[in-house]
């Protein structure tokens, strides 16, 4: 039953200046999960803001829908958006360029069977900020294509900052 | 001191791979099945990691995964939060068996699965009752439910040696469903 270890860091991407995204490509179609760990903070002036995104080309909002449970410090909430209406793999709190200097986001999202071309994808995730929030969220992908990129970006386009990490890791199941 | 699994499922960080390792994998392939065990689990690990996406053949939209440890049937104690997209709640449970979560079920669009991360802390120690800790969702582009729980089978401190899981509603886990199991040194 034993193996080799696996929870492989597959690419990091950490952005040395202002950058409107953040992409992983050519992804290999060798492990069995995806796990995609990172901060990030945007340049849009407010104190929050969406992070997003979409894997392989599909950047519309026909194929992806979400469901996620939130807390910012009074109130825990639940909201949904389903096709149509959103596009992107996470429906991340993001920080923003009101929010104190130096505050990221943290992103951790779970991207399971990645490569199986035979299922929708179903992605599990939790991201937050000290000064926003905290949320834990499902997303579905309704396309059986094995996911070969992945592209992050703010919701309206603003630019992700300096200092913005991700890490990729590939998790390979006997 | 950090512990991997807990990165692994929970928060942002950095892991260390060369800790984490693949024990065996289900995949229910042809036809449904009733069950999905995994046994002779080696003790040489500090925790446990079982990754899934799931389906069931229970004609609703979604359906519950249970789990007994070594074949054991008492009801966990539980705690969780949920939101179903438009509601927030908690709730506690001390009369179903563990729950891993949601998986999706046969009124769903085909295609469509649940998945979850459950930690299985401490495994191996006999001077504890076992936590696992859920977190779980699935999306139905209309419906869905995120899930985050606590349980522990309070009554039993053994080693946990064997997994086996199976669905709430009396139904099978459907074609397409995979659980794999992962030890963290």
Known sequence: MASAPTYTPIATQTLASNASSVSFTSIPQTYTDLVLVGQARCTRATTQSTLTGYFNSDSATTNYSYTGLDGNGSTASSNRLSSGSYQGVFAGLLAAANNTAGVFSQVLLHIMNYSNTTTYKTCIGRNGAAEIGTEAEVILWRSTAAITSITINEILGNNLVTGTTFTLYGIASA | ?185
């Open chain 2, 1 to 185: 001191m950090i512990l991997p699994g807990i990165l692994a499922s929970g928060i942002s960080g950095h892991l260390f791979s060369s800790n984490y390792y693949s024990i065996a994998t289900q995949t229910v392939t042809g036809s449904s099945v009733l069950a999905v065990t995994f046994s002779s689990i080696p003790s040489t690990y500090t925790h446990l990691q079982l990754r899934w996406v799931g389906r069931t053949t229970r004609s609703t939209t979604s359906d519950s995964l249970y789990v007994q440890l070594n074949g054991d049937t008492s009801y966990y104690y539980s705690h969780g939060l949920s939101g179903n997209g438009s509601s927030a709640s908690a709730y506690a449970d001390n009369t179903n068996p563990n729950n891993l979560g949601l998986a999706t079920a046969s009124s769903a669009t085909s295609g469509m699965f649940g998945a979850g991360v459950t930690d299985i802390l401490d495994y191996t120690n006999t001077n504890k009752y076992k936590t696992l800790r859920n977190f779980s969702g699935f999306d139905e582009n209309g419906s869905g439910t995120i899930r985050l729980s606590s349980s522990a089978n309070i009554g039993t401190s053994a080693a946990i040696n064997s997994i086996y899981i199976y669905t709430n509603g009396g139904g099978n886990i459907d074609v397409g469903s995979q659980f794999a199991l992962y030890g963290i040194k």
